[in-house]
């Protein structure tokens, strides 16, 4: 069976430090991977979606980048947090075609102080 | 651009009652159809898929799906406390051009009265 690991749960990062935020997923291969981004009380914001190693597409511009260096890992990463990238991160994977939705990590809290 | 419509509520229904959670789509081609529930502080879990016109249960809960006026529901009888949640509406429209083929709904916060 596939499962998909997120981390860590929680994180307390002050403003202008670096961010790295994990992902990983087993039991498939060359699976879709994308990261949303859930502020308090709002919708689902995608922020990068990935089709393959390497290949990284961004929907929203902003100070967060991401990376796909194996085939299962997914990386989202920024230089200088701002107050503003506070909110719940996820990880979600897919197969390829996405015709039977979405499976989802169990998240990363973010506060930016 | 697509849109996914839903009730942000809160809904709120007694215990042992039918739940009924409604969503509009703006994207005639969308193809399959997702009920998420995420509990608070939580990620959202797929609970029901769709992708025919008319009904699908799965024990409590029977999603509903009528493409010709673009609207999918979530049914949920007899009702427990556990279903407080938000539930999220999602739709794919993938068409082979790239990997973001769903699109949510803002989510309805249902609350279950004891």
């Known amino acids: 069976s596939q499962t998909i690991h997120q981390w860590p749960a929680t994180l307390v990062q002050p403003v202008g430090s670096p961010l790295s935020l994990e992902c990983t997923v087993e039991?498939?291969?060359?699976?879709?991977l994308y990261w949303y981004r859930q502020a308090a009380g709002r919708g689902l914001q995608l922020l990068f979606y990935?089709?393959?190693?390497?290949?990284i597409s961004s929907e929203v511009p902003q100070n967060l980048s991401a990376s796909r260096p194996q085939d299962r890992q997914f990386i989202l990463s920024s230089k200088k947090l701002l107050l503003s990238d506070s909110g719940f991160y996820l990880c979600?994977?897919?197969?390829?075609?996405?015709?039977?939705?979405?499976?989802f990590g169990s998240g990363t809290r973010l506060t930016v102080v | 651009q697509k849109e996914v419509e839903q009730n942000s509520g809160p809904l709120s229904v007694p215990e042992g009652a039918i739940a009924s959670l409604n969503c509009t789509y703006s994207?005639?081609?969308?193809?399959?159809f997702f009920w998420y529930r995420q509990y608070s502080g939580k990620s959202p879990e797929l609970i029901m898929s769709i992708y025919s016109n008319g009904d699908k249960e799965d024990g409590r809960f029977t999603a509903q799906l009528n493409k010709a006026s673009q609207y999918v529901s979530l049914l949920i009888r007899d009702s427990q406390p556990s279903d407080s949640a938000t539930y999220l509406c999602a739709v794919n429209t993938y068409s082979g051009g790239g990997a973001d083929g769903l699109t949510f709904g803002k989510g309805t916060h249902l609350i279950i009265q004891p």
């Open positions: 990935s089709v393959g190693i390497g290949q």
């Open positions: 994207d005639r081609v969308s193809q399959s």
């Open positions: 979600a994977w897919a197969r390829s075609p996405p015709n039977y939705g979405y499976t």
């Open positions: 039991g498939t291969s060359n699976p879709n």
